[in-house]
């Protein structure tokens, strides 16, 4: 069983690191919450000589939670409008809408 909750515990810490460094916002909390229940599983099946590496791990956690916090609360999503986009849309719009008038003369 400790071997089972190792595995978890060592899988979803690196699970939690991978999504503590990609812009998934609060999604990352998942495999942080899920890593330290593993690790604290693992902690508690193991002898008291063998407790250094489940601490290890929940210490990563606690760092990866704190730095998704961070992130969520200091770092601000701007959109910015695309003027180039924008003028570039309506260029296009005008050159449809003569051609739209050229046809139809055509037509006449």
């Given at each position: 069983?400790?071997?089972?909750?190792s595995?978890l515990?060592?899988?979803f810490?690196?699970?939690s690191i991978v999504?503590s460094?990609?812009?998934?916002d609060t999604?990352?909390?998942?495999?942080i919450?899920l890593?330290?229940?593993?690790?604290?599983?693992?902690l508690?099946?193991?002898k008291?000589?063998q407790?250094?590496?489940?601490n290890i791990?929940?210490?990563?956690?606690?760092?990866?939670?704190?730095?998704?916090?961070g992130?969520?609360?200091?770092?601000?999503?701007?959109?910015e409008k695309d003027?180039?986009f924008?003028q570039?849309?309506?260029?296009?719009?005008?050159?449809?809408?003569?051609?739209?008038?050229?046809?139809?003369k055509d037509?006449?």
């Amino acid at each position: 069983m400790r071997g089972l909750f190792s595995f978890l515990a060592y899988a979803f810490t690196a699970l939690s690191i991978v999504f503590s460094l990609m812009p998934m916002d609060t999604i990352a909390f998942l495999p942080i919450g899920l890593a330290v229940a593993f690790s604290l599983l693992f902690l508690r099946k193991s002898k008291e000589t063998q407790k250094k590496i489940p601490n290890i791990l929940i210490f990563i956690c606690l760092l990866c939670s704190a730095f998704v916090i961070g992130k969520t609360l200091f770092v601000q999503d701007k959109v910015e409008k695309d003027t180039k986009f924008e003028q570039q849309k309506q260029e296009s719009n005008q050159e449809s809408k003569k051609e739209l008038e050229n046809l139809e003369k055509d037509l006449e």
